[in-house]
């Protein structure tokens, strides 16, 4: 290729040596040279998440680069090997990680040191692992397989390898033979000349070659260069791969299919982080790479967050808190117990025992941009300057003013009479406490009070995924969320004795009040040792009657926060590639009243509820006429409204809450009654509601209003306050299609049922419009 050549890039320009004529008024004096190809090192220097950008984009789709074709001539050889400077742009993202590493390791020590949380020794380093397919709406799954067929730093391959692969699928067997005959199959690829007419390799015989080697090759590259290379590549290599594999695919000897076992019915639901305990976990040490996760927040931007741990940590502290408070304070009354659970897994408490901690320090929480923000080891602020700054409260963007001589830059050491003067000025001219992306030189970062909050569950997951809830427990008191003056390691082994009102209780007047208890019993596939927690959780509020025990709301309580940690635990552990989004729904779907309340009623269980109160017999008889009506069908909360004719208006159905409470409470009695034992009481919780939690698995229900704010296209909803009308509330609901405005009312027994009431006339409305469109 000469200078010559024609100008591939642009029709502005007649040759190469045009082009630098015209855009650099450089002239070419040896005109027979060859051009060079190079390819340009990426200024990128944030190569921790290589190809994804802020939006989800590989760059590769987004800036496609040409190949840089230069004149020898033009050129200037700096001596400086390219492949020393292709590893000098990966030092700040390899020292960015190992600094967050240290962190972690500094993490795990102390907990196995200070905690007794994993042990020490760490002979086993696992590698940091990536989490592209759990970041929702970062990369469709065709642009994730494209990500990690190719290699991103091959810049100068002309193949549109996305359109090849596409051409190359073919079914199961053919892929699965396609992986283990590749190097056989590129033989049988023809090209557009014989294997004879082929020039010498010059590069490797460089030293061999003569100049009638070198006019051949010439002549070759010549006659071939205006083939389409895209074309060729892609229709070729897909017609010969494809006929390739099939004539050995059908050459081959026909194989009889393998017998495929279903997995036992205990597999299926069983959850492994259940059999953690300390036994086994002895020699168990925490990875740095789950605990880094912990330490990186999703605005970070990195390719793995602590969302995930997060959702896994919230149900084990809220658990352990309501299990704490049952145990040592029984006299306390439900509603109590609640308002004391929430100030001890608050944001507000959790981010006290960070602080304490020394936490926030260590988070991971802007997005690594080396050329802005990064901090080099060993580059650091003067310590009195930095103390200074802090003291008064300065922003860092005051360095600016920092005037350094050329002899200081060189050496990095300030001088004290610099030093001086800056701190001089910073008094002169009062603090300015503004964000700075150089806060990090001060050893400040801005964050919320949600950040380290969520950091702090999140380690918390990261120790039941690996060392099990048991050995999780000394954590608690150890960043300060529970009192050390409790051992709460004895928490699970100690049994919770049932609150009775008095302390002689015959049996059988436990059995007259329970009715057809060996019924409830075989609902539930579970046999009480002691009744009394069984009638406790079936008596409602409203029943004086019974003078063995209170009512549900205790159990309610601790039922609660049982369901959720075992539900949180099997699908954090069954959905390994979901997001942390669609796991919050799915747990949202699965522990909510309504379905709780739809599930009761299923299994027959409301019937045995003991309770005196008209209104309340009503609202159930009501909800139960309903649900028989849709044959027990749980799918989402549209199921639950009824709607006028016109479907401008709206009603939510009563669900009543106490049926949500009592399956809590159910929940609780087993726990309680089969010596906290959370193998038995999932295998009962599974057995109610398997169905469910398969069915929500692969088609999460979304919430209504949530539904209407996502609707596309955008319907901008706007809800307007709640009008109290006797024992009902209205709602009205302002909504436009094609930039015409609708409006829906609902109503409910609350504002957020009225909400819901009014989106699902919204939606209905919608929904209609958009399919008759179609």
Known sequence: MSKSKSFSFSFLFRSYANYFSEAYHLAVVKPDQFLIEVKGITSYLNRLNPGVEDDGKSTRSKHWRFNEILIPELCHNYQFPADYWLKATLLPSALHRIHYLLLAEKIRVDLATGANVGCLENHTIEDVDVEYKQRKGKQSEEELELMEFEDDEDEDDEFDLEEAKRSLMAPQDLNELARNQMTSVTGDIPLPWQDDEEPVDIERNWDQVS??????????????????????????????????????????????????????????????????NPANTINVNLQQKDILKALTTKSAADVFDLERYELLGDAFLKFATSLYLIKYHKEWHEGFLTAVKGQIVSNRNLVYCAIKYGLPGMLKVHKFDPKNDWQPPLATVPKNIKQTMQAVNHSARVLYRLTMTDEEIKTGVVDPKTSDEFIAQLEMHGNTPDPSPMANYLSQQTMGDKTPADAMEALLGVCVQTVGMQRSFKLLPYFGMLPKTHDVLKLLDEKIENQRLRTHIDYREVDGFLKNHSRIESILGYKFKDRTYLLQALTHASYPTNRITGSYQQLEFLGDAVLDFLISMYIFEQNPT?????????????????????????????????????????????????????????????????????????????????????????????????????????????????????????????????????????????????????????????????????????????????????????????????????
């Open 211 to 276: 100049k009638m080697d070198l006019d051949y090759y010439n002549a070759f590259v010549n006659k071939f260069s205006d083939l389409s290379v895209r074309e060729m590549t892609a229709e070729r290599i897909s017609s010969a791969y494809t006929s390739a594999i099939y004539r050995r695919a059908t050459s081959s000897p026909k194989r009889e299919p393998m017998a495929i076992l279903d997995v036992p019915v205990e597999q299926k639901f069983a959850i492994k982080l259940l059999q953690l």
């Open 578 to 774: 979901m997001s942390p989004g669609q796991l919050t729904d799915l747990r949202s779907a699965l522990v909510n009243n309504i379905t709780l309340a739809c599930l009761l009623v299923r299994h027959g269980l409301h019937l045995y509820i003991l309770a005196e109160s008209a209104s309340f017999s009503d609202t159930v008889n009501k909800f139960v006429m309903f649900q028989e009506q849709n044959k027990h069908e749980i799918t989402d909360q549209v199921n639950l409204l009824v709607e006028e004719s016109d479907r401008k208006m709206a009603e939510f159905v009563d669900v009543p809450k106490a049926l949500g409470d009592v399956f809590e409470s159910l929940v609780a009695a087993v726990f309680l009654d089969s010596g906290n034992d959370f193998a038995v009481t999932w295998r009962v919780i599974y057995g109610m509601m398997g169905n469910e939690i398969m069915t929500f698995t692969e088609n999460t229900p979304i919430q209504i209003v949530r539904q209407l704010y996502e609707f596309k296209p955008p319907c901008s909803p706007i809800f307007s306050r709640a009008i109290p009308d006797d024992d009902t509330v209205l709602v009205k609901l302002k909504y436009k299609i094609r930039n015409q405005q609708h409006e829906a009312y609902g109503f409910g027994q609350n504002k957020d049922d009225a909400k819901r009431a009014a989106a699902k006339a919204a939606l209905q409305v919608l929904r209609k419009h958009y399919r008759s469109a179609k």
